[in-house]
């Protein structure tokens, strides 16, 4: 028989072991689903951004916290999900696997693996929405992203940590600029994200085969939300993007962010904001179309050096219609931008590629991101296209010219020529300053329109194997001093005897 204070002492120690197993969990109920978007009642301490789950194991994307409801747009199919259903948080702000687990894959925004080569190991996540780096955590841009194609590098120079918007019509050449900067990153140490935005699969698939044939998926990653996924997937994808490049910038490297393109992001985002019901201001964007864009591309930085001297360069896409510049999102994106690369219709008919319009194109950080080298053949170029351009117009009515305004108009004939350049060859800085310089010094004023291009691949390939001394000088010392001015015109005048 038991004594009591034995039971009492068996109690105690049952009571001791005991552990509560009670959990607080915050959970919600829908209230009504459609087109995207769940109306949940009841998540009463959840974050704006946060990510809660669903019972058919979706996952979706608080973006409206309202008196009485939670608006939830929901990232996958909305098939499963009935009203009275569970919503339960996550705790967890909307983020993406980040680090060398990404390179060279495809993946959707939310990091769900799209190549079929397994899933990503990768150990860290950062949150899509971060804090950019502050004024004082920056420093000048001044080192050059050479991007390898000559119209860009000569006259509107990008640095890294620089912002430039590409914007031109449909079918101008935007997305071809972008693969060639990509394909010129090969040596350069620059990490490259390609974010795909609304795009159709089988374009990302054609760049993706691209960009892996020329050896540039070694250090690329794409990332994919395309125009069959739903808005929320396009909204998330440059956060998504943004948050792999910072990684690689806060780890004191460099990376290249491409935003391919944000007309599409805009449109996501517009029809989001619709379907929450909040309210449409100019051409039924959200009064916050601005803003989404400007909180992105403020995150593109060079850091200080104490800091790791890591930068983030993004390279956004704009797409207008007929021309039109000044349209609402556009314009945004204008302002947000360190300076624009403006391609032209009537340029690219007209054979001129890349079809770049020098008077619209420009780059606020300028002649700081280029190297001395390329500035001393290339200053006053843009002026004298800028130039050749209205003479070319003002000549068409006039018969009689004077001998100077001829000469101009022949170089400047000859330098559109020099700067046309096929798609995926990029070429190396110290060539482009050779053909540059032999346009901008007279070589090319007697020779025929026509064989201007042949002139100039044969004058590199001659250069290359005649001078390479030359080619080593520019890319070492990276500035022409009177010495190599001198060699360069003896080796341009020796090439040109053997041309004609």
Do not use: W
């Not at 959840?46 to 019972?55: I, K, N, Q, S, Y």
């Not at 806060?250 to 985002?269: E, F, I, Q, R, T």
């Not at 360069?313 to 302002?335: F, H, R």
């Amino acid at each position: 028989m038991l004594k009591p204070e034995e039971v009492v002492q068996a109690i105690q120690t049952e009571i001791q072991k005991y552990e509560t197993k009670l959990k607080m969990e915050s959970v919600g109920y829908v209230l009504q689903v459609g087109d995207g978007i769940a109306r949940v009642y009841g998540l009463d301490e959840v974050m704006a951004g946060e990510l809660v789950t669903f019972p058919n194991g979706t996952t979706g994307l608080v973006l409206n916290l309202e008196p009485d409801n939670v608006g939830v747009v929901v990232l996958g199919p909305v098939s499963g999900i009935k009203e009275g259903h569970q919503v339960k948080r996550t705790g967890r702000i909307a983020e993406v696997p980040v680090g060398k687990a990404l390179v060279g894959r495809v993946i959707s925004p939310i990091g769900e693996p799209l190549d079929g080569k397994g899933a990503i190991a990768a150990d860290k996540k950062r949150p899509m929405e971060t804090v950019p780096p502050s004024v004082i955590e920056r420093q000048p841009v001044k080192e050059p992203l050479q991007t390898g194609i000559k119209a860009i590098d000569a006259m509107i120079p990008i640095g890294r940590g620089q912002r430039e918007l590409v914007i031109g019509d449909r079918q101008t050449g935007k997305t071809a600029i972008l693969i060639d900067t990509i394909i010129n990153q090969k040596d350069s140490g620059v990490q490259c994200i390609y974010v795909a935005i609304g795009q159709k699969l089988s374009s990302v698939v054609a760049l993706a085969q691209t960009l892996e044939k020329h050896g540039a998926m070694q250090y690329t990653t794409i990332v994919c939300a395309s125009s069959e996924d739903p808005a929320p997937l396009q909204y998330l994808a440059p956060y998504a993007g943004c948050a792999i490049g910072e990684e690689i910038m806060h780890s004191g490297k460099h990376a290249l962010v491409v935003y391919d393109d944000l007309s599409k992001h805009a449109v996501a985002y517009r029809e989001l904001s619709l379907l929450l019901q909040r309210p449409p201001g100019r051409e039924a964007y959200p009064g916050d179309v601005f803003y989404i864009h400007s909180r992105l591309l403020e995150r593109a930085a060079k850091l200080r050096d104490d800091l790791g001297a890591g930068s983030l360069t993004a390279l956004p896409v704009i797409e207008t219609q007929l021309g039109d510049v000044s349209a609402y999102v556009p314009t945004n994106v204008i302002s947000i931008t360190d300076g624009q690369i403006y391609l032209e219709t009537d340029l690219f008919y007209a054979g001129v590629r890349p079809a770049i319009n020098v008077g619209l194109s420009v780059s606020r950080v300028g002649g700081n991101a280029q190297t001395k080298a390329m500035k001393q053949v290339a200053g006053q170029l843009r002026l004298a296209l800028a130039q050749y351009r209205e003479l070319a117009a003002f000549a068409q009515l006039s018969t009689d010219l004077d001998k100077a305004t001829k000469d101009q108009l022949t170089r400047g004939a000859r330098m559109v020529e020099v700067l046309k350049q096929d798609i995926l060859v990029p070429i190396p800085f110290e060539k482009q300053v050779v053909a540059v310089f032999a346009g901008n010094e007279g070589h090319l004023d007697d020779v025929a329109l026509a064989k201007c291009a042949e002139f100039e691949r044969r004058l590199l390939e001659f250069v290359d194997a005649q001078y390479h001394d030359i080619l080593h000088e520019i890319r070492e010392k990276k500035a022409l001093s009177d010495d190599l001015k001198k060699k360069l015109t003896s080796a341009v005048t020796k090439f040109k005897a053997t041309f004609e």
